[in-house]
Each structure stands twice: as C-alpha cells, then as structure tokens.
C-alpha cells in the first residue's frame, strides 16, 4: 500500500534540534513535489517547507526560514526535516506532504494529494 509515514518527532527544549524523517513506501520522493506541513492545537494545517521535484528549490514559511531545512536522500527514498533553534511555538503535529501537482511554487495545503499520518513535535520552554 503506497503511503508516508513520519517519524522523529519528540520533546525537546526551547534551541534544541530534531530531524524527521519521512519514509515513502509506493513513491519515489525525487519524482514529486513533497514537503512538511504542521498543525498546532486548535490551528490550520500551514506549510512549513517544501521542495520542488523539478531542480530541488526549497520553499519555506517565513517562521522556518534560516532553522529549518529541508532534504530528501534519493538513495534511501526519504524525506527530511532537519530544525534547528526549535521554539516553543514550533510545537505541533508535523505531516509529510506529497503533491501530483507540478506547479513551481511553494506547496498550499490544496496541492497535497497523500498525507502521512503525522509526528508530534513538542518544544518546552
């Protein structure tokens, strides 16, 4: 069964670093457009990064810029998340994302046609 499935996720401390993975069974990660979402309590699910499956330009939230990277190893067929300098406000779910469309844009929440099943993140202060 093709899907995506997150991991990683994990409670840290206001500065501290965690990398989620995103292990796609059924696609290949270099022949879509992919990227994380997050959705805190009581929120919208909002992009947090994304990468373009045409020359792998990355896109990120204006909260995400300059911690945040985002990556996909073709070899291993995953999808990353590296963040930096987490914040207490970066506490959400974190979704891997994966769109049929080709546009060349940053991804929207309307694009993703497979959701994984989600990562919780928690940062304390």
């Known amino acids: 069964q093709a899907q995506l499935v997150e991991s990683g996720g994990g409670s840290v401390q206001a500065g501290g670093s965690l990398r989620l993975s995103c292990t796609a069974s059924?696609?290949?990660?270099?022949?879509?457009?992919m990227g994380w979402f997050r959705q805190g309590v009581g929120k919208e699910r909002e992009a947090v990064a994304s990468i373009s499956h045409w020359d792998d330009t990355t896109y990120y939230d204006d909260s995400a810029k300059g911690r945040f990277t985002i990556s996909r190893d073709s070899a291993k067929n995953l999808l990353y998340l590296q963040m930096n300098n987490l914040r207490p406000e970066d506490t959400a779910m974190y979704y891997c994302?994966?769109?049929?469309?080709?546009?060349?844009?940053?991804?929207?929440?309307?694009?993703?046609?497979?959701w994984g099943q989600g990562t919780q993140v928690t940062v304390s202060s």
């Open positions: 059924g696609y290949t990660v270099t022949s879509y457009n």
């Open positions: 994302a994966l769109s049929t469309l080709w546009d060349r844009r940053p991804l929207r929440r309307d694009d993703i046609g497979v």
